[in-house]
């Protein structure tokens, strides 16, 4: 288990027309984060469909993301939001923040080969079961650790008292395949009535979104 203690997630939606530009904007932020941040461990843009982007990027503690959110490509985003993005800053991208606590992260340590696919699956914990199902991820975190060398990157990460979630990244679409048919993806299957709102087909596959991973950096 690595030192990622902090993430936050932020959706994006390209105003009509903007989507290149939107592309383009982010994979030159993850060079200045490379250049300019190194309290920021991780940081990938991501592309969900034709106009909705994000950002998933990882922090040793809550004052190296202010740090973050204080830097050159939050400064660049903020003044750029409102061409770029549907609602500008205050609508299109603050109400979209998404902080969360990491409860257990898998990171090699040596930088694989090119990461192309990420996968985000967020989970409600059924009233009562919230503790159980942070439980339930972290042991599953040590699972992917011993079991998937192809899900490269892997967090498990709680939002707020009921609000978890599951961030990963692949070098392909074999390594998506290979981790929905491996043990931990059986396992919350399995327990997934017991532990999320909606079960294994509403509270789970209804949720997953698969990005495509436009650039990521390291530290």
Excluded: C
């Excluded at 409860?103 to 340590?109: A, F």
């Excluded at 919350?188 to 509270?203: F, R, T």
């Amino acid at each position: 288990m690595s030192n990622t203690r902090e993430t936050t997630y932020i959706s994006l939606n390209a105003e009509e027309g903007k989507e290149r530009q939107l592309s383009k904007f982010l994979i030159a932020g993850a060079e200045m984060v490379k250049k300019n941040e190194p309290n920021t461990l991780f940081w990938a843009a991501l592309k969900f469909n034709d106009n909705t982007f994000g950002i998933f990027d990882t922090f040793t503690n809550e004052n190296a993301r202010e740090e973050h959110f204080s830097g050159q490509v939050a400064n660049a985003l903020k003044e750029n939001s409102l061409s770029l993005l549907k609602g500008g800053w205050k609508e299109g991208v603050i109400p979209n923040i998404y902080n969360s606590k990491v409860l257990y992260s898998k990171v090699p340590k040596q930088q694989p080969g090119k990461i192309k696919k990420a996968i985000f699956i967020p989970l409600t914990a059924k009233s009562g079961e919230e503790k159980n199902l942070a439980n339930f991820l972290v042991s599953g975190g040590s699972l992917v650790s011993e079991l998937e060398p192809d899900t490269h990157y892997w967090y498990a990460l709680q939002f707020d008292e009921n609000k978890f979630g599951i961030f990963d990244f692949f070098a392909d679409q074999n390594g998506v395949d290979a981790h929905f048919n491996g043990d931990v993806a059986a396992a919350l299957q399995k327990k997934s009535h017991l532990l999320v709102e909606g079960g294994w087909e509403k509270g789970v596959l209804s949720n997953v979104k698969q990005f495509e991973v436009l650039s990521l950096i390291t530290q």
